[in-house]
């Protein structure tokens, strides 16, 4: 009995891993073998002499700013923003407006620290707020998103003292899908400055930091598995721009782009995208000319310690201020060493599962039948008991039943198919917690693991132990026994079927997800 469970349970999970691996993809990304030097350790800009000297180039904290409130009309709507004007700077300046990443969207919340900092130097700016009634999770465009930032452009080049020739554009991880768009759309703006730049397909850098935020965590090796199976899912009309690709935009590029990371952002390919801007950008007949600074230890904000480095805005200035000497001078790649562990490749798309309505159907369908089962059951043995109300000698009619030792299997099978989702539902979000936080704990990481396959575990033991009960009442029906029968009645054969079949369609998206890999 014990050797025939053990048999049974160890080809159920055979099975299942099997399954899990023929359902998706794998996942096995490209370490970087050739890492990009910086010629400088210093990340000051070079080529600023001519501009100091003629007063063109100043350091932020040179002037006062003057902030005001600014209305912009687009296209059937209007967006607040915040205008920065250094007071007493001259005319004929330069103008930079910035472009929000998906964090932010509102121009009193964000930019704060490098747009005054950037307007206190001689630069005026703009932080117009985030467009958002055509903005959501599932949709975007970045092309039209283009288009109303470069209203902001336009009214910049409205400001009497700035330069309508020299109005830039300063983009923020996601705003980087935007700027060159708009730089191709509108070929007066000057300059693009490309802060924290995934560069490659939102799909690929959201593999790419899960991927790094995981391997902080020191997660299992079958947890990776899950990177392409979620991060590949295409939802029907849902989810369109996770495959924008910025290569066609950055290969038109007429302007000079200044390009910043910090080498403690584990969300982006600071060098593969580095690589691919000055790649793409060359392919243009202009060759748009490209400077990368790279701060040390600054995070995605460019911020260390919750403060964004002081460098960046000086360095963002002297940049926009030097022009056009900055844009050509050396050292093109400066400041500290990047460090990027792997490439952020195309992902895999899932075979069978790739549509995330079925992930999420499954799931639902396999809740509905195991309690769809048990609940008919209860209503007809309720009805069986009401038409007996009242009756002097009912009629002798068999109770809907299954063979001793069947209900506490299947009530095990289902209730430990739910408990193994359950577990593992929360094991993901307490790792997903650790992992934005970048923090480590292994107690949750590799003991949390073990907690949710051992309750995969039990539950196919269940489910192996099942298969024997069934076995040996059939065995003692084929030996002549007529009372030996897995189920009895109609209510009986629902309840089994819709428990089995659910438990089945959860267990089937608990080994997609790697709960059933073998190994360690």
Same mark, same amino acid.
């Given at each position: 009995m014990v050797l025939r469970t053990i048999t049974s349970s160890a080809a159920i999970m055979v099975g299942l891993a099997i399954v899990?691996?023929?359902?998706?993809?794998?996942? +096995?990304?490209?370490? /970087?073998?050739?890492? &990009? $030097?910086?010629?400088?350790?210093?990340?000051?800009?070079?080529?600023?002499?001519?501009?100091?000297?003629?007063?063109?180039?100043?350091?932020?904290?040179?002037?006062?700013?003057?902030?005001?409130?600014?209305?912009?009309?687009? +296209?059937?709507?209007? /967006?607040?923003?915040? &205008? $920065?004007?250094?007071?007493?700077?001259g005319d004929d300046l330069s103008g930079l407006v910035f472009v929000h990443g998906a964090g932010t969207g509102k121009s009193t919340e964000a930019f704060l620290e490098q747009a005054e900092q950037i307007a206190s130097a001689g630069v005026v700016t703009l932080v117009p707020d985030k467009r958002l009634d055509t903005y959501t999770t599932w949709r975007r465009d970045y092309v039209a998103m283009a288009g109303d930032y470069l209203r902001s452009v336009d009214y910049l080049r409205e400001i009497p003292e700035v330069d309508p020739d020299k109005v830039g554009v300063y983009g923020e991880s996601e705003g980087t899908w935007i700027v060159p768009v708009m730089q191709v759309q509108d070929p007066r703006v000057a300059f693009t400055v490309l802060a924290s730049a995934p560069v490659v397909e939102p799909r690929r850098q959201a593999a790419f930091a899960v991927d790094n935020f995981l391997r902080n965590t020191n997660v299992p090796q079958q947890v990776f598995r899950a990177i392409p199976r979620a991060v590949g899912i295409q939802p029907p009309g849902a989810l369109g721009y996770a495959d924008f690709d910025v290569t066609p935009w950055l290969e038109k590029q007429s302007a000079p782009v200044l390009v910043i990371y910090g080498t403690g952002d584990p969300s982006m390919p600071i060098e593969q995208g580095t690589r691919q801007i000055i790649a793409d950008t060359a392919v243009g007949g202009a060759s748009a000319p490209v400077t990368a600074r790279f701060y040390e230890g600054a995070n995605h904000g460019l911020r260390v310690r919750g403060q964004v480095l002081p460098e960046v805005s000086r360095d963002v200035a002297a940049w926009i201020q030097g022009m056009p000497e900055t844009a050509t001078a050396q050292p093109h790649i400066a400041g500290a060493q990047p460090e990027q562990l792997f490439l952020a490749s195309p992902v895999p798309r899932p075979r069978w599962w790739g549509n995330g309505d079925i992930i999420i159907g499954s799931v639902l369908g396999g809740l509905a039948l195991l309690l769809v089962g048990p609940l008919v059951w209860g209503a007809a043995a309720l009805a069986r008991r009401l038409m007996a109300v009242g009756r002097a000698a009912p009629a002798a009619r068999a109770a809907p039943r299954m063979a001793r030792g069947i209900p506490p299997l299947l009530f095990g099978i289902g209730l430990g198919s739910v408990l193994t989702l359950v577990a593992l539902v929360v094991y993901l979000m307490s790792v997903a917690r650790l992992a934005l936080s970048y923090e480590q704990n292994d107690l949750v990481v590799q003991g949390g693991w073990i907690g949710v396959r051992l309750l995969g575990l039990a539950t196919v033991v269940c489910a192996a132990m099942l298969v024997g009960r069934v076995r040996d009442v059939r065995h003692a029906r084929r030996a002549g026994d007529p009372g030996a029968v897995v189920a009895a009645g109609w209510p009986a054969h629902l309840t089994l079927w819709t428990v089995l079949v659910g438990a089945v369609s959860l267990l089937l998206w608990l080994t997609y997800w790697g709960v059933f890999q073998l190994g360690i």
């Open positions: 899990g691996a023929l359902a998706g993809p794998a996942w +096995d990304p490209v370490p /970087v073998t050739d890492h &990009l $030097r910086p010629t400088a350790t210093s990340t000051e800009i070079g080529g600023t002499e001519a501009g100091v000297a003629d007063g063109r180039v100043h350091p932020p904290g040179t002037f006062k700013v003057r902030e005001t409130e600014v209305h912009i009309q687009l +296209d059937g709507y209007e /967006v607040g923003g915040l &205008l $920065r004007e250094p007071i007493d700077a």
